[in-house]
């Protein structure tokens, strides 16, 4: 068997791959055995050059996990076992289910919840299905929870939302990378190869993290900030530089509008002022500043930790706002980015599986995007709903009044990955019908009415758009197991027993080619770019408006994408979590990876290198809060939030904060992060606060010999200050 080029089915970076016969590289170490598929890395993608991390070198062995689904499973009714049944039964219960609640309650009866882990085609496919196979406006998708407030971020500063401003590659030649709430190390560890050619060449790497990680560790400097307050640490930076002297004057008026609003707020951000709020020390600050400004040549790049945030908008905003005053943005080699998370993180939210959003980044309420759209699609613009609820507003609908009955889920586990899970668990079983498409039966598949078995990123062809914004091929290397469909194939299904006006091809070349056409003349413009321009280029950047179009791997050289092509600063004020902690709940809980486990884990928890490398749900905290607790390393710990109570074990490291504990949220059951986590939401982007909220623990067993004599003293913990 020859070698079939892909990507990595996991995170952003898409890392390239080799899958099939042939010997592994000499000196490859590769964990686990015998994957039916052999993975090897390529070293002609720029994003990973001949690396892999762990979950890379063992993606192949989920096509054979022992429990694969290979048959679609329905419930007779709700209560009843799931039992295989033929893809006929599967399809026509779907159907005549959303036909029935359609007809009794309205198309908005019926809702669709995407992934940011789907193909381009299938991204906009369902988006397109949602409009006007089910005329439903009730459609959103796991990457609300992961990149929205960037997106909204960099749309209203840069009028375009594009991960990287230009090629990773860019990286290395960089003065110096502030990384902010970002544990690349883990998440995306080849990306850590761009960082340390950066630093050999005397570049120098700055994070921003409330722990130690392993990222942290290879910094040159680290702040080691309160768990939600980046924005006041941003202001306070740019306070700093304009002190100092190290604004970019030039670039401030020829480039961007409304730095005087922002000079005016950031006024009042003192260090000392600063130091407080966040932890930081002054002089970290400065140096800092310093190391940004000194040759205009350096990044300011966000993640999880900062976004994450029922204020994640404005937080990335302060953070835009420092690198605009310091002139980075839209020159070679520096700016502003975004780490995108899912491995289409970048292109799943382009084309239409947003609740406000139609193909080619489009407004969904605007006219002329409509007319577009529906010129495409073969229907009349009237037809195409309005915008629908966010994501975790879906959730939190389903099943109540005037919510929606019946839920569709392609390629996502809110079960485990949405916040204060438990509630989201009583919504979905509120339901009268739940549909998940799934490869493996994952929590939330578990809850379904019918579960549809579909194919894996090997089993299949597509386009994914990596953290760059470059479009890459995944390539098909191995048939889908018997009885198994892929994803386009069931929705062509579906949108046939629906009736559906227009085409619903399978085919992912044919939907790449629809795509193109819906996405011309958009924010995100596909249409110059083909499969063969890809295999040929080795990926094409978006936008790329027609065949003879070079692609557009750095977007703001000349001009912005806002309308006068300036870039904007918005003034933004700290206001800190919005549950902070207090005499009931007097830690800070944050939340976020490992690097052996992925996401809701449903994929990654049943790969046996990866459960013996993390095996189970923990939660870090500092030996001297452990201590103050009675809490013994290893010991089981109920960590208890005013949503519910998870238990852990105990993982003690000096490398967090004292008034912080982490917990990773890849885990089901009760070790679940998310059955803690806040779902307050950001006003514009409607992220949740995954990243902070308050949260008291205890140990589970008898207090120690020592604690015995004080009452009251494990549950009521009081040493743990702010
Ligand atoms: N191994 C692994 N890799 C992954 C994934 C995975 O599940 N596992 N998922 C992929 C996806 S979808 C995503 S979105 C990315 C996420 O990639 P990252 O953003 O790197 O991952 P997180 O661990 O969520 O958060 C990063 C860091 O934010 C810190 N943090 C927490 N609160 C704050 C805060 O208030 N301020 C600051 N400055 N930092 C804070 C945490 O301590 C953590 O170390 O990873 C991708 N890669
Ligand atoms: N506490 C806390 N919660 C978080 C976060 C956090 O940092 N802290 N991070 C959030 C972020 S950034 C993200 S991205 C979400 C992710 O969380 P989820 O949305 O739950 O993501 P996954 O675990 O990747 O779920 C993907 C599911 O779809 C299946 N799947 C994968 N590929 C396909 C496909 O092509 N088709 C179909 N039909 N199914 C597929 C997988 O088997 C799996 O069951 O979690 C969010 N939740
Ligand atoms: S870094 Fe991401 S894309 Fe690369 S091998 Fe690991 S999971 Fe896959
Ligand atoms: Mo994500």
């Known amino acids: ?425 009583e919504r979905l079983d509120a339901l009268e019908f739940l549909v998940a498409a799934d490869f493996v039966l994952s929590e939330t598949a578990a809850r379904a009415d019918v579960v549809l078995p579909t194919a894996q990123w090997a089993e299949e062809s597509g386009t994914m758009t990596n953290l760059e914004g470059r479009v890459l091929r995944r390539r098909r290397a191995v048939p889908p197991p018997d009885g198994v469909r892929t994803d386009l194939e069931i929705i062509a299904a579906l949108a046939g027993r629906l009736d559906a006006p227009g085409v619903w091809s399978a085919e992912p070349a044919e939907v790449f080619d629809e795509l193109r056409a819906a996405s011309a003349g958009g924010l995100a413009d596909y249409s110059g770019i083909t499969y063969e321009r890809i295999e040929r280029e080795g990926g094409v950047f978006w936008p790329c408006p027609s065949p003879e179009h070079p692609g557009t791997p750095r977007p703001f050289l000349d001009r912005f994408a806002t309308p006068d092509g300036r870039a904007r600063f918005t003034p933004v004020e700290h206001s800190g979590a919005v549950e902070d902690v207090d005499a009931d709940y007097p830690v800070y809980l944050t939340t976020g990876r490992v690097l052996a486990q992925y996401q809701s884990g449903a994929q990654t928890r049943r790969v046996r290198p990866l459960t013996d490398a993390a095996p189970e749900a923990f939660v870090e905290m500092h030996p001297d809060l452990a201590e103050r607790l009675g809490i013994d390393d290893g010991a089981d710990v109920r960590v208890a939030s005013r949503r519910g109570t998870a238990t852990v074990r105990a993982r003690l490291t000096d490398a967090i904060r004292h008034d912080t504990v982490f917990m990773p949220f890849h885990w089901a059951g009760e070790g679940r992060a998310n059955l803690l986590t806040n779902p307050a939401l950001d006003p514009v982007s409607r992220m949740p606060e995954f990243k902070v909220c308050a949260v008291r623990l205890e140990p589970v067993a008898a207090p120690r010999a020592s604690q015995i004599d004080e009452p009251g003293a494990a549950r009521e913990p009081s040493g743990a200050s702010r």
Not at 134 to 145: E, K
Not at 181 to 194: D, I, L, Q, S, Y
Request: with cysteine.
């Open 1 to 425: 068997m020859t070698d079939t080029p892909t990507h990595c089915p996991y995170c952003a970076l898409q890392c390239g791959m080799n899958l099939g016969g042939g010997p592994a590289p000499a000196g490859a170490v590769r964990p686990g055995s015998g994957p039916p598929l052999r993975v090897t890395p390529r070293a002609d993608v720029p994003a990973n050059q001949g690396g892999l991390c762990q979950k890379g070198w063992t993606s192949a062995e989920v096509l054979t996990v022992p429990d694969r689904l290979t048959t679609p499973l329905m419930r007779a009714r709700r209560g009843a076992p799931l039992e295989p049944c033929t893809w006929d039964r599967a399809l026509d219960r779907i159907a005549a289910e959303a036909r029935r609640l359609r007809d009794a309650h309205g198309p908005d009866a019926v809702a669709v919840f995407g992934g940011g882990g789907l193909t381009n085609e299938k991204a906009y496919q369902l988006g397109k299905f949602a409009r006007i196979a089910l005329g439903t406006s009730q459609i959103d998708y796991n990457g609300r929870f992961c990149m929205s407030s960037a997106a909204a971020a960099t749309g209203r500063a840069f009028g375009m939302d594009r991960g990287l401003p230009g090629p990773i590659t860019d990286l290395a030649a960089a003065d110096a990378i502030l990384l902010v709430g970002g544990n690349v190390a883990e998440t995306m560890p080849p990306f850590m190869r761009h960082v340390t050619a950066m630093q050999r060449a005397g570049g120098a790497f700055v994070v921003v993290d409330p722990r130690r990680t392993a990222t942290a560790r290879q910094a040159d400097l680290h702040l080691q900030p309160t768990p939600g307050t980046d924005l006041a640490l941003a202001n306070g930076m740019l306070h700093l530089a304009l002190t100092e002297g190290l604004v970019d004057e030039e670039y401030v008026a020829a480039r961007t509008n409304g730095f005087a609003a922002v000079r005016t707020v950031v006024n009042s951000y003192w260090p000392d002022r600063v130091e407080r709020i966040t932890g930081v020390p002054v002089p970290h600050m400065r140096e800092a500043v310093r190391l940004l400004a000194r040759g205009r040549r350096s990044y300011v790049l966000t993640a999880r930790g900062a976004e994450q945030h029922a204020r994640g908008v404005d937080m990335v905003t302060a953070l835009i706002n420092l690198a605009l005053a310091l002139g980075l943005p839209g020159r070679e080699g520096s700016g502003y980015g975004c780490l995108t998370g899912q491995g289409n993180g970048q292109g799943g939210r382009e084309h239409g599986q947003k609740a406000d959003q139609l193909p080619g980044y489009r407004k969904i309420d605007d006219p002329a995007a409509r007319a577009h759209v529906a010129a495409v699609w073969g229907v009349d613009p009237a037809v195409l709903p309005g915008p629908g609820r966010s994501a975790y507003e879906l959730l939190s609908a389903l099943g109540t009044a005037g919510g929606p009955r019946m839920l569709l889920l392609f390629g996502s586990n809110p079960v485990v990955s949405a916040p204060r899970a438990a509630a989201v668990e």
